[in-house]
């Protein structure tokens, strides 16, 4: 009996190839450089399914020339690279790997906060720049405590809570903002509810761990970014377009906020020319929140898994538009 198509865009952990390559006729790209969107397009000709991440970008154009298309899985949390409602219309099951990934995410948060705080990617630079004999000058390298500080999670879902619990392990006051309240985290964690405004002006570190959507595009604007304390650091761990990049460089620049820690950027890649990638109060990583090597493996087994399920008439470990299952009779 012939196996159903299906296209894997980025070389993953074997374990996942080997679940898809025993239930699907399987093409995986081989790798660097990603395929374009036109190579993309051309290879979904004919497949019923595909696993994506989030630099494939699930448009129209894309949905149009894959018309056998009937699972999507992407390896990540965030869907905002997809058209969702359009799947979703055109009957097309969307996976996702949401929460294994939340306590390597919640790690590299708190990574990129300390590095920060304690201005560990500067002072790393400066020694190998053989500099240094002036380390232990009373007044040089100082950064800002963590312990007992105030921390702002925007966004308080699964991330958003892995790194409150983090923040339990540094005393920290810990205040976040989401649309709805959520009271038994509030009190196992002891967690303040805050305004948007009341988080930014009272935490000495800001992260951020809402979706990209239209409501979350430029949050952290001009406007946000000048209601932080000055010495306060920003941590963005979501996607980069939550926050106005011009606005954050002028911040930084300026001195309205003391640094920012950022797993995510606008754009990505960033351009190497890009202001701040010059400016010595900021860490930047390549968007690489879930990638330790227990977690990458869970979510490749994990959207493997989705892939296949939904290829197969099942339900997904995990779905984005759970509502087609009663259209499809799964
Ligand atoms: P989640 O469990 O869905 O949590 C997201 C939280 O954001 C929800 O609790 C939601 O609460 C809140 N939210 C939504 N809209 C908001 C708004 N306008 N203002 C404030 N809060 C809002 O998702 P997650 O698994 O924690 O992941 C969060 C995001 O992290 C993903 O969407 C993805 O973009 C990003 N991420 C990044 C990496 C990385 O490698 N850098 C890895 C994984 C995920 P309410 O509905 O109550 O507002």
Not at 52 to 70: E, G, S
Not at 313 to 320: D, E, I, K, S
């Amino acid at each position: 009996m012939s196996q159903p198509r299906a296209f894997v865009s980025r070389m993953m952990h074997p374990d996942a190839i080997a679940v898809i390559g025993e239930a699907t006729d399987m093409e995986v790209w081989p790798d660097d450089p990603p395929p374009s969107a036109e190579q993309l397009r051309a290879k979904l000709a004919d497949a019923e399914g595909v696993l994506i991440n989030i630099m494939d970008r699930v448009d129209t154009a894309l949905l149009d020339a894959a018309p056998n298309l009937r699972v999507i899985s992407q390896l990540a949390a965030g869907l905002d690279n997809v058209d969702v409602a359009e799947c979703t219309r055109r009957g097309i099951l969307l996976g996702s790997t949401p929460g294994i990934l939340s306590k390597a995410v919640a790690d590299h948060a708190f990574a990129l906060l300390l590095s920060a705080a304690r201005r560990v990617v500067e002072s790393d630079k400066w020694v190998r720049g053989n500099n240094w004999e002036l380390a232990f000058h009373p007044n040089y390298w100082l950064g800002n405590e963590v312990q007992s500080s105030t921390l702002g999670i925007v966004g308080l879902g699964q991330i958003g809570l892995e790194v409150a619990r983090r923040a339990q392990g540094f005393d920290m006051r810990v205040l976040y903002h989401s649309r709805n309240r959520r009271p038994e985290a509030e009190a196992q964690l002891g967690l303040t509810y805050a305004s948007l405004d009341e988080l930014l002006s009272q935490s000495d570190y800001v992260s951020l761990h809402c979706p990209l959507t239209p409501e979350t595009r430029h949050l952290i604007n001009a406007d946000a970014l000048r209601k932080m304390k000055s010495t306060a650091i920003l941590v963005n761990i979501s996607r980069g377009p939550v926050v106005d990049t011009d606005a954050l460089c002028q911040a930084l620049r300026e001195g309205w906020i003391g640094g920012a820690g950022l797993d995510v950027v606008d754009p990505e890649p960033i351009p190497d020319d890009h202001p701040l990638l010059f400016m010595d109060n900021v860490t930047i990583t390549p968007h690489i929140g879930s990638a330790s090597v227990l977690s990458r493996r869970a979510m490749s087994i994990m959207a493997a898994q989705n892939l296949v399920n939904g290829l197969s008439g099942q339900r997904l470990v995990h779905c984005a538009n759970p509502e087609l299952y009663e259209r499809l009779g799964i």
